[in-house]
């Protein structure tokens, strides 16, 4: 069965530092990742996809994810947190070969403090 | 502005009420999609429609219910049948179903209450 891990509820960091926000995946065949952010009160937005070729995938606002095939992971990164990176962090993946829908993750809060 | 419009943005539904979300696009995508969002889970999908005049059923359909008469509309309505409707909704749109080119566009959510 297809699934996505967020392991970590809430992501604290403070401002300037680098973050990181877990995201781990399994499906039968060759996977699409996305994330997405959601600020409070608002839908989704796209922050970046990765489908196939180079392994680390650049996406808005300074953000950036490692796919890592043998780890099952597509962690998602940021050099220098800035305040106004706190909000809810969603991962999703969609097995390639199936044409199923996506399957969400359970978010991770991400905190920056100054 | 090209987007998609949620509204209302509150809705409170009283016991065995139908109550109707609306969804439009003007991004003159293909597909649409309802999700469902509860605090501390993922988006869970309740309909999709890869096309106009067709939809399908996500994984928790029951007690809801769309149409997809035009390309730019998506109307959900939660049915008396759906026992426990609190939740904030989600619609959104993507050029086309699936193949990668998954690019989902959402609009601002629209809260439901029971009263």
């Known amino acids: 069965a297809q699934s996505v891990a967020q392991p970590e509820d809430q992501v604290n960091v403070a401002e300037g530092n680098p973050l990181t926000v877990k995201c781990t995946y399994s499906v039968s065949g060759n996977p699409y990742l996305f994330w997405y952010v959601q600020y409070p009160n608002r839908g989704l937005q796209f922050l970046l996809k990765y489908i196939t070729g180079d392994n680390l995938v650049k996406g808005s606002y300074g953000f950036e994810a490692e796919f890592n095939k043998s780890q099952t992971s597509f962690h998602l990164k940021k050099p220098s947190a800035l305040v106004s990176d706190s909000a809810l962090y969603f991962c999703a993946v969609r097995d390639m070969d199936s044409n199923y829908q996506l399957i969400w993750g359970a978010g991770t809060k991400l905190i920056i403090k100054p | 502005d090209g987007g998609i419009t949620q509204s209302p943005k509150y809705l409170f539904r009283k016991e065995g009420q139908n109550v109707t979300l609306s969804c439009e696009q003007n991004?003159?995508?293909?597909?649409m999609y309802w999700y469902r969002q509860d605090p501390g889970q993922g988006l869970r999908l309740i309909y999709y429609s890869q096309i106009v005049n067709d939809f399908q059923k996500g994984d928790i359909a029951e007690g809801y219910s769309v149409s997809r008469e035009k390309k730019e509309s998506f109307p959900l309505t939660v049915t008396s049948a759906q026992k426990n409707p609190t939740a904030f909704y989600l619609c959104?749109?993507?050029?086309?179903w699936g193949g990668g080119n998954e690019k989902l566009f959402f609009g601002s959510g629209t809260q439901l209450s029971v009263l």
């Open positions: 991004l003159n995508h293909d597909a």
């Open positions: 959104a749109s993507s050029y086309e």
